[in-house]
């Protein structure tokens, strides 16, 4: 293990640690529960969770606490919150109690950065999510070193950093994939442009299970779905959508995809027997993994030319498909998800970018400049139910439901908002 964080970890009460430790090892996916990207099951979707009786004129701030910069969504896990952030030229993980907002640990190491030119208004990340299973937090900071620490306290585990197995170890505007855990496996696209692996490990050690070499990572999450009575792992990588089976780390089956410079970037969606994908300047567009004999074919389903996503991932919510296209300078579309027809389009100029997130009946879209929009899913068209203004600076990480309340990361900053 390269000994790379430093000492600065500061604990509120060692008896609070325990329980940590044995609620986020149990991986309980209750209400207060969004232990990894976009949630418990990875699409969005915030569990046992539903929408207020009314939605109110305002949010009430409960707490705000300085945690860094960077595009990584705040995980939560047994009462607490989760965040992966820069401060100066470290990338820290630290955690603060999800009722008071009151800081518990925090653990950091260097990890100087230079941006590529045409992503400096990013800034310096991190841009991936960490995930949080077993009483361990596992991150991959934006020049690709892979952490593992210990939930509780913040102590070092495991760290992996990759210079000696890749010509660069993160792609053209930095490691933004998010590690996902399968079959007791942790699965992590590793490597830079061109040259990577999507490589399993052993979650308690580090040690490598299987690797999948050739090309460089998207900027896209896996996910793991049933398909065709197969469990299989799916993701963008830098050229091409994929099935890999997450226990051999075998190739299913490929769909060669292409953006303009190399920013596959949308993490796919598994709706029944569809993989619905998109890309910058690329229409949204679904395929239907199907095996032949030995081999794996996947063929078109549908494509919906209007819709182009850039680096928001859709979401379903009852029976429709949501998304933000970057169509009209930004666009919210709704879509059957089977047939990919549109139910409505809004106007355009809505943004950059926008998080999306089902909670019960409604969707939450949370812009880059700082808006919450409320949406009915089931209305006949755009007609937002509540508006807010959450922030004052860029929030590109996804807005976290819990129980009572909403988590918003903005540039620097986490926020929690009372909806009781």
Known sequence: MTKRFMSTDRRLAVASGIAIAVIVGAHSLHAQEWPEWRGPARDGQALGLTTPRSWPKALKREWRATVGVGHSSPLVAGGRVFTFTRVGEDEVVATHDLATGKAAWERRYPAPYTMNPAAESHGKGPKSTPLVRDGRIFTLGISGILSCVNAANGSVVWQ?????????????????????VEGGLLIVYVGGHDDGA???????????????????????????????????LVTETQTRLIGVDPVKGTLLWAVPFTTDYDQNAVTPLVVGDLVVY???????????????????????AWEAGDVALYMSSPITVGGRLFGFSQRKKGQLVALDPKTGRAA???????GD?????????????????????????????????????????????????????????????????RLE
């Open 160 to 180: 992996k950093e990759f210079s000696r197995q890749f010509k660069t170890t993160s792609p053209l505007y930095g490691a933004a994939t998010s590690p996902i």
């Open 198 to 232: 999507l490589t399993a490990f052993d979650p308690a050690t580090g040690a490598v299970r299987w690797s999948l070499k050739g090309e460089g990572p998207g900027y896209a999450s896996p996910v793991v779905a049933e398909i065709g009575g197969v469990r299989q």
């Open 278 to 300: 998109s890309g910058v300047d690329k229409p949204l567009r679904a395929v239907r993994p199907v095996r032949k004999g030995s081999a794996w074919e996947a063929t078109p």
């Open 344 to 350: 409505w389009m809004s106007e355009g100029r809505l």
């Open 353 to 417: 970018n926008a998080a999306l997130v089902g909670l019960g009946g409604s969707v939450l879209v949370l812009t880059d400049a700082g808006q919450l929009v409320v949406l009915d899913a089931a209305a006949s068209g755009y007609a937002p139910l509540a508006t807010y203004t959450v922030a004052e600076s860029p929030t590109w990480a996804h807005p976290i439901p819990v129980r009572g309340g909403l988590l918003v990361k903005d540039l620097d900053s986490l926020t929690f908002y």
